[in-house]
């Protein structure tokens, strides 16, 4: 890993520490700007929900939190990494080390099995074939799916693949769980099945951001932080009543 | 590397095989091709193989001295002739000589007629000797004699097919022919030796020399073809130069003037053979080839076809950890792979065309592909794989992550 400690924070630092990020596209003539100097610290062990309405920049954030999108402006530090000097490789060994991505409508691989695909973020960490397989294996284990190894995704139902997608971000042991609306496909009884999953999650340790629109997925974690039109306007403990 | 190139390979074998019969489309092309490609090669190498083993019946220690026109001299009306003085000069001072024969061909296609049977044969005259050196055999009968030659007595041997187009008895000794208005006593039945090239050596009438010059009409201008087969010890190279050195000198040949003949060896003749056949071969392969391109260009479209719906795959992989180059090998190796297993089946597809036109047509040489053949196909096919790959797997690798994703 292209990681830089030369003006890198003491063990005490947090995990992640955005400064002034600001995200400007071009739409034809007008400027959009789709993030407007957001500044916000994650510590190790956190769950921080983020959350705002469609065209609020949760998107866009989520994108470069998940080093796919380089900042327009501003800079943004990984786990002993400033990202936005990487380059592409490096962004890709970024994103396979330090972060395990949750979307919304899972992003299996459609001809791979629930196995072949946790397995499958570890090729590009040249293990071998059959460590792979236990690895894949043993995480599938922690999302309870040990014998649904063999399914492909269209033999699951949503919330198991859910659990895939999730055994798959897991597998690598990232620094951070990364969860785009990771119950915006689900019927309330499967999100609430998921949800426990990622609390229990959460007491092991992990580092949890979530993304999202609803309040009471948003609630569930330590920290909620609000985006409006680019913008944070609140950074509020969980359980905090709402203005 | 290797583990990229394992993995990509892995996950390309996989794909292909999830998808049997597009990829057998797709890889229809250079089936199609290499099949071709195998086919032509296979029946030109077992047709020269063939001439190989023809040639070597003819004796591989003969010469054959022919009078030799350069196309220019032909046009001012000059022609260069071997004359019966050449004959003796080669007789008399020629070195490491076994036998010597002139061969004088009559100067068109003769009309041979028995009873009412007529057909038109390449008739000769020539000398006991002819016997040794063509390795000329009688089966009934007996060969041309030196009385023969000296009385200019008026008889002939004939080659099996000639006597099949006349419907001479089995046994034709005896029989009078009628050879372009004279009439021959068959004194002997060759044996056959079959076809060299379409030309069939048993379609052939021999009579004693004497008696075709006297038949030719005006001597001054006679052209003969001397045949000799060389002494055991005697090396080709060795007699070729001192028959050249001696024949130069007869025709008052200055040292800037060429050869106004030419001296053969059936090798040489099997070489000129070989370069033809190798020619053909080049030629047809090389328009056959087109069609491995076209090939190329299927596997091609197919793949960008699969790069684009698999964009969302490509997404996922690029999330996950996969960089430029873990795309691009898979793509890559996916379209080789492709084009090697449609080359792999091309050429056992046309190993079977092959064998099955060259065991379809009678008298027809059997299939052979060389190694060099099979391993260019191959070659070839996984070249073709990797230069109409490269466009998709660009494609592919250079997708931005998040377009990927997102795309439906």
């Known amino acids: 890993m292209a990681a830089k400690e030369s003006t890198g924070p003491g063990e005490n630092a947090p995990l992640i520490r955005l400064r002034d990020i600001a995200k400007h596209y071009e739409m034809g003539s007008q400027l959009v700007r789709a993030l407007d100097g957001v500044s916000v610290e994650i510590n190790r062990g956190d769950w921080v929900s983020f959350i705002g309405s ?7 954030f989520l994108n470069i939190l998940g080093c796919l999108d380089r900042p327009t402006r501003g800079q943004y530090f990984l786990n002993g990494a400033y990202v936005e000097e990487l380059g592409p490789n490096q ?12 979307f919304q409508s899972f992003n299996l691989l459609p001809r791979a099995t629930a196995l072949g695909n946790v397995a499958q973020p570890l090729i590009y960490r040249r293990i071998g074939y059959r460590r792979r397989r236990e690895m894949a294996r043993e995480a599938l284990r922690r999302v309870g799916l040990e014998d649904r190894v063999d399914h492909l995704p269209n033999q699951l139902s949503g919330g198991q693949r859910q659990r895939v997608a999730i055994a798959r971000a897991l597998v690598t042991e990232p620094s951070i769980l990364l969860a785009d609306e990771p119950t915006g496909n689900l019927d309330s009884r499967t999100s609430a ?3 426990q999953l990622f609390d229990q999650l959460h007491r092991e340790g992990q580092t949890l951001i979530l993304v999202t629109h609803e309040e009471d997925v948003a609630g569930l974690g330590d920290r909620v932080v609000e985006l409006l039109d680019g913008k944070i306007i609140r950074d509020r403990r969980a359980g905090e009543p709402l203005a | 590397m290797f583990h990229v190139i394992f993995e990509s390979t892995r996950s390309a074998l996989v794909s292909i095989l999830a998808h049997g019969l597009r990829s057998f489309l797709t890889t229809l092309g250079i089936v199609i091709g290499v099949a071709s490609v195998i086919a032509v090669v296979s029946l030109t190498q077992g047709m020269s193989a063939f001439i190989g083993e023809s040639f070597s019946s003819l004796g591989s220690n003969s010469l054959t001295i022919q009078s030799h026109t350069p196309i220019a001299e032909q046009m001012r009306g000059v022609r260069a002739r071997l004359t019966p003085e050449d004959l003796e000069l080669i007789e008399r001072r020629g070195e490491g000589i076994a036998s ?10 003769t009309q041979v007629r028995y009873a009412a049977q007529t057909t038109f044969s390449q008739i000769m005259g020539t000398t006991y000797a002819y016997r040794d050196v063509a390795q000329s055999w009688v089966q009934r009968g007996r060969f041309i004699a030196e009385s023969d030659n000296l ?3 008026r008889v002939a041997v004939i080659g099996e097919t000639v006597r099949e187009d006349l419907a001479l008895p089995e046994n034709p000794v005896n029989e009078y022919v009628d050879l372009g208005g004279e009439w021959f006593k068959v004194i002997g039945l060759l044996e056959p030796k079959g076809e060299i090239m379409g030309f069939n050596q048993d379609d052939i009438v021999l009579v004693p020399y004497a008696t075709m010059v006297s038949l030719s009409g005006n001597q001054a201008r006679q052209d003969i073809q001397i045949q000799l087969s060389l002494s055991e010890d005697a090396e080709v190279a060795d007699v070729t130069r001192q028959l050249t050195a001696l024949l130069r000198n007869a025709h008052d040949l200055g040292p800037d003037e060429d050869d106004d003949f030419t001296i053969n060896t059936p090798e ?24 491995l391109l076209v090939g190329g260009i299927g596997i091609m479209n197919i793949m960008l076809v699969s790069v684009t ?14 960089k430029r180059h873990h795309i691009l090998a898979q793509f890559l190796i996916e379209a080789m792979l492709l084009s090697l297993l449609g080359g792999l089946i091309g050429l056992a597809l046309g190993y079977g065309f092959g064998t099955a036109i060259s065991s379809s047509i009678e008298s027809f040489p059997p299939a052979s592909i060389p190694l060099w053949a099979a ?3 191959m070659g070839f096919s996984a070249f073709v794989g990797i230069l109409f790959g490269i466009l998709p797997a660009a494609k592919a690798a250079n997708l931005d992550p998040i377009d990927a994703l997102r795309y439906e």
Not at chain 2, 101 to 107: D, E, G, K, Q
Not at chain 2, 269 to 291: A, K, R
């Open chain 1, 54 to 60: 469609s065209g609020s920049g949760k998107s866009t």
């Open chain 1, 91 to 102: 962004l890709a060994e970024i994103r396979n080390r330090e972060i395990g991505f949750i």
């Open chain 1, 193 to 195: 099945d998921i949800m």
């Open chain 2, 100 to 109: 010597i024969t002139p061969i004088l061909y009559a100067n068109r296609s």
């Open chain 2, 151 to 153: 009385t200019r007595r």
């Open chain 2, 268 to 291: 040489q003749l099997m070489e000129t053979f070989d370069t033809i056949i190798n020619m053909v071969t080049l030629v047809i392969g090389g328009i056959v080839s087109i069609s």
């Open chain 2, 309 to 322: 719906e698999r964009t969302r795959e490509i997404g996922i992989c690029k999330a996950i950890g996969a």
């Open chain 2, 375 to 377: 391993a260019l196909a």
